[in-house]
C-alpha cells in the first residue's frame, strides 16, 4: 500500500512539476519576455515587467547625458533627434528639439510623435500645446487615455501608457526616461541604451563618429532645402566684424563648401550644410577660437572618412594641427 501512496504523489508531481522542477501551472512558464524585462504573475496572468529605467537629460547648455550615462556637450543650432524607436514589438515614438536663438531669447521646441500624433511643446507657449496643428490647454488626455499630458509649476509632463516619461521646463531643461523594454532597441542623441557608453556615438547609419560635434550633426533633421548651395545658411550672431571674418568665403568654416577644397569629393555625398551650421555657430560663440573651428572641420572629416569617402589635407589651409 506504501508504495502505491507513494507512486501517487510522484504522479501528481510530475502533473504540476516539469523535469526542471518548474510548476507547470506557472503561467510565466509559457511567456516569452524580452532580455531586461522579467515575468511576473497579476491577477492570474503572466506579464512582462522591464527590469530598470533609462534616464536622458539635456539643459539649456546643450550638455547631455545619455541613457548609457555617457556625458557630452554640444553647442548647435537645429533640430535633432533626442531619441527614437527602432525595433519592430513596441510602441514606437520619436522625439526631435530645437534649439532656437531668437535674438537674445533662447527658445527649445519639442516635437513628439507617438500613437500617430504629433505633440510640440515650446518652452515660451506654457502651458498651451499643439497636438495635430491644433492649439490644446493642459491638462490633456490623449490616445484614448495612452497619453496623459500636464504641467506641474515650470515642468510639463508628459506620460504614456508603456511607462515613457518625458518633461520639459521653461528653465531649458528637459528629461526622458524609458523602460528597459526598450533595451538597445532606440537611437538618437540619448544614444542605443545597451549599458555601454563607448558604443553612444553612432551615426543613424550604424557608424561610430570620432568627435562628438559629428554626432550630433549626424542627428540633425536638416530644415534645408535638400540642394547643397555656397550660400552661407545663417548669419553669425555676433558683431559685424566677426561675421566678415566667419561668413564662408574664407578659409574657416567655407572649406566645406569650396569646389575645389579638400572636401570637394565628399560635399556631392555628404551635404556640408548642418555641419556649416555648427561650425559657424559655434566658432562665432566662442569668438573664433581656432581649437572649435578644428572640431567642426573634423566633425565632416569623419563623416567623410566614415563613408569611404577620400578627403584631401584640411589642416594646412585652416591651420590646425594634427592631434597627438
Known amino acids: 500500500m506504501r508504495s502505491l501512496w507513494v507512486s501517487q504523489l510522484w504522479i501528481l508531481a510530475a502533473v504540476f512539476y516539469d523535469a526542471d522542477g518548474e510548476s507547470l501551472s506557472d503561467p510565466c512558464r509559457r511567456k516569452s519576455c524580452h532580455a531586461m524585462e522579467t515575468c511576473e504573475v497579476e491577477d492570474g496572468e503572466a506579464v512582462c515587467v522591464p527590469n530598470f529605467s533609462g534616464h536622458c537629460w539635456a539643459n539649456k547648455d546643450l550638455h547631455f547625458h545619455t541613457f548609457d550615462e555617457y556625458d557630452f556637450s554640444f553647442q548647435g543650432t537645429g533640430r535633432y533627434i533626442l531619441s527614437q524607436y527602432t525595433g519592430t514589438d513596441q510602441t514606437p515614438y520619436q522625439i526631435t528639439i530645437n534649439n532656437n ?8 521646441t519639442v516635437e513628439i510623435i507617438i500613437y500617430g500624433l504629433n505633440i510640440i511643446m515650446e518652452t515660451q507657449e506654457f502651458p498651451r500645446i499643439q497636438v495635430n496643428n491644433e492649439i490644446t490647454i493642459l491638462p490633456v488626455s490623449l490616445a484614448e487615455g495612452k497619453i496623459i499630458i500636464g504641467q506641474r509649476g515650470v515642468l510639463i509632463i508628459l506620460k504614456t501608457d508603456f511607462h515613457l516619461l518625458f518633461s520639459l521646463s521653461t528653465n531649458l531643461k528637459c528629461t526622458l526616461s524609458i523602460p528597459s ?23 543613424p547609419e550604424g557608424n561610430m563618429m570620432g568627435s562628438n560635434i559629428g554626432w550630433a550633426a549626424s542627428w540633425e533633421v536638416s530644415d534645408h532645402d535638400p540642394t547643397c548651395s555656397d550660400v552661407c545658411p545663417r548669419t553669425c550672431p555676433l558683431s559685424e566684424e566677426s561675421k566678415k571674418k566667419l561668413d564662408g568665403r574664407n578659409d574657416d568654416c567655407g572649406n566645406l563648401f569650396k569646389k575645389d577644397g579638400p572636401f570637394r569629393d565628399c560635399i556631392s555625398k555628404v551635404c ?14 566662442n569668438d573664433g577660437d581656432k581649437v572649435i573651428l578644428c572640431q567642426a572641420l573634423e566633425a565632416y572629416a569623419d563623416s567623410c572618412i566614415s563613408r569611404g569617402i577620400n578627403i584631401y589635407d584640411w589642416r594646412t589651409s585652416s591651420d590646425c594641427e594634427v592631434d597627438e
Open 101 to 108: 536663438n531668437r535674438g537674445t531669447l533662447k527658445v527649445w
Open 181 to 203: 523594454t526598450y533595451y538597445n532597441s532606440v537611437s538618437g542623441l540619448c544614444g542605443n541604451f545597451n549599458l555601454d557608453p563607448s558604443d553612444d556615438q553612432q551615426s
Open 272 to 285: 556640408p550644410n548642418k555641419f556649416f551650421d555648427g561650425c559657424l555657430y559655434d566658432t562665432c560663440r
